[in-house]
């Protein structure tokens, strides 16, 4: 059974500051990992999908890497904002569709 | 391109009611997922549908819990004779493709039960 932990599970910066988000899960048998960003009383917002075969995925101030072997991933989000702040969510398919979630980081960037 | 749509955004029953919760998947994506998120807790996932077909269950409660996907319409999650602790939010999520593809989420109906 996939287990996926986050660490941490708050985070408070000021604004501009650079934030590392961690991720890691048990199986490493994957075939993608997927970040999320999910906003207080919202839906879940895709940011990246990362494919097993690939190191790392970039979007704007958004980078994420994937090292399967040691089963970790980490998003880095460059310059935070205030617009920043919300739980980010990693989740890895237990199978080909199955999502395993984590319990999220809950990020909030102080202006 | 609408998103995944899900209806109602909020929902209350009392105990003992139906709740049937809504979602129209992405324009093109034949795949349905539900996924519940308790309070405090991570999303779980809950059952996965193709139109007319459900294709695994395994997350979903024995009973009082159903889900179609018909031919026509939007996928429906029914929850029969509600109790307290089926109060949370239900996410539905939809994808292209059954494998190795990303999944795309609503903004999820909130139940709450009194």
């Known amino acids: 059974k996939q287990e996926v932990t986050q660490i941490p599970a708050a985070l408070s910066v000021p604004e501009g500051e650079n934030l590392v988000l961690n991720c890691s899960f048990t199986?490493?048998?994957?075939?993608?990992l997927q970040w999320f960003r999910q906003d207080p009383g919202k839906g879940l917002t895709s940011l990246l999908l990362?494919?097993?075969?690939?190191r790392e995925q970039t979007s704007g101030r958004l980078n994420a890497s994937l090292d399967k072997s040691s089963g970790r991933s980490t998003l880095y989000i460059a310059a935070s904002q205030p617009g920043d702040s919300a739980t980010y969510l990693c989740?890895?398919?237990?199978?080909?569709?199955?999502?395993?979630f984590g319990a999220g980081t809950t990020v909030t960037v102080r202006a | 391109n609408a998103g995944v749509m899900q209806n109602p955004r909020h929902l209350v029953r009392r105990r003992g009611q139906e709740a049937r919760l809504r979602c129209s998947p992405m324009k093109g994506h034949s795949h349905v997922y539900w996924y519940r998120q308790l309070p405090e807790e991570g999303l779980k996932f809950m059952v996965y549908l193709q139109k007319e077909n459900i294709i695994d269950e395994s997350g979903m409660p024995k009973e009082r819990f159903s889900a179609e996907f018909p031919k026509e319409g939007p996928s429906i999650l029914r929850i029969q004779q509600v109790v307290r602790g089926d109060s949370a939010a239900y996410f539905c999520?939809?994808?292209?493709?059954?494998?190795?593809?990303?999944?795309?989420f609503g903004q999820g109906t909130r139940l709450t039960v009194v």
């Open positions: 990362i494919q097993s075969s690939q």
């Open positions: 199986d490493s048998a994957i075939y993608n």
């Open positions: 989740a890895v398919p237990s199978n080909d569709y199955k999502l395993s």
């Open positions: 999520a939809s994808s292209l493709t059954d494998s190795n593809t990303e999944a795309f």
